[in-house]
T-cell receptor, first 114, second 113 residues
Framework: ETGVTQSPTHLIKTRGQQVTLRCSSQ?????VSWYQQALGQGPQFIFQ???????GRGNFPPRFSGLQFPNYSSELNVNALELDDSALYLC?????????????FGEGSRLTVL | AQSVSQHNHHVILSEAASLELGCNYS??????LFWYVQYPGQHLQLLLK????DPLVKGIKGFEAEFIKSKFSFNLRKPSVQWSDTAEYFC???????????WGAGTKLIIKP
């Protein structure tokens, strides 16, 4: 067990809808990263939050947005869902501020877009 | 664009066989290197990491990896695999310039008892 929890574990949405995924980081970790893992691929970095501010972003459009709260938990929001957004979304927490170091992952939220 | 290549998507071995999983990356700058493992039904977890120093690093469960800078490689090895090593293995490279972690596509390892 890593102490990183994600919700919901599974969800189904239709094209054009919006989704919010949630993540509670491991106790004491101040950095949260979000990844998208499509079937048969490795995780792709979406963005990272440190002390409530985004401090790194991968190659994802602005309709992917996030928040980090004072207790270091985090949300990933995706607007105007597309079929290609169907994937496993992973949250990972860590202690590092500017370097990633070791990541502790949650089980993921599996999103299906119909 | 920077990329990480894992040479084999699927590997099937018998117990006690030796294992080597290849990982190559394209980034020319300074990097941190990781191998993560995902056992069936479990979350991703760190197997081993390299930041600096001795290029031969040892991880959990008897795994080791060697960083060869001239070859941009970080191959994972284990002298004798066990059935419990059945899992998916991911190589990941962190660029120190922006701390972005780039992942390989993963290698599914199946160990036959």
């Amino acid at each position: 067990e890593t102490g990183v929890t994600q919700s919901p574990t599974h969800l189904i949405k239709t094209r054009g809808q919006q989704v919010t995924l949630r993540c509670s980081s491991q106790s004491g970790h101040n950095t949260v990263s979000w990844y998208q893992q499509a079937l048969g691929q490795g995780p792709q970095f979406i963005f990272q939050y440190y002390r409530e501010e985004e401090n790194g972003r991968g190659n994802f459009p602005p309709r992917f947005s996030g928040l980090q709260f004072p207790n270091y938990s985090s949300e990933l929001n995706v607007n105007a869902l597309e079929l290609d957004d169907s994937a496993l979304y992973l949250c990972a927490s860590s202690l590092a501020g500017t370097g990633i170091g070791e990541l502790f992952f949650g089980e993921g939220s599996r999103l299906t877009v119909l | 664009a920077q990329s990480v290549s894992q040479h084999n998507h699927h590997v099937i071995l018998s117990e006690a066989a030796s294992l080597e999983l290849g990982c190559n990356y394209s980034y020319g700058g300074t990097v941190n290197l990781f191998w993560y493992v995902q056992y069936p039904g479990q979350h991703l977890q760190l197997l081993l990491k390299y930041f600096s120093g001795d290029p031969l690093v040892k991880g959990i469960k008897g795994f080791e990896a060697e960083f060869i800078k001239s070859k941009f490689s970080f191959n994972l090895r284990k002298p004798s695999v066990q059935w419990s090593d059945t899992a998916e293995y991911f190589c990941a490279v962190e660029q120190r310039s922006n701390y972005q972690l780039i992942w390989g596509a993963g290698t599914k390892l199946i160990i036959k008892p």
